[in-house]
């Protein structure tokens, strides 16, 4: 199980900060499914992190299922790729 409970992540960026994610909560259940899709800057890689624990709400609680196993790709590993190698 993943549960998020109130989860907000903020950026300072300059003389302003910007609101990646505002008391966001929800919960997906074992065998469930989610899909993540949104403009740039909706916040998707920032709660993807969260997840993850690569890095910490500024409040709230992100609470994972003690049998999960979570694999995690960052978009910044993607020049580790082959580009030669495919799925096919």
Do not use: C
């Amino acid at each position: 199980m993943i549960q998020l409970n109130h989860v907000s992540k903020r950026y300072l960026s300059g003389p302003s900060d910007y609101v990646a994610l505002r008391d966001v909560s929800f919960a997906v259940a074992k065998g469930e499914m989610v899909f993540v899709t949104g403009h740039s800057g909706a916040g998707k890689s920032t709660l993807l992190k969260l997840i993850a624990n690569q890095i910490q709400p500024d409040a709230g609680e992100v609470r994972l299922g003690a049998s999960l196993k979570l694999g995690y790709f960052a978009q910044s590993a993607l020049d580790l790729l082959d580009p030669d190698q495919t799925v096919w």
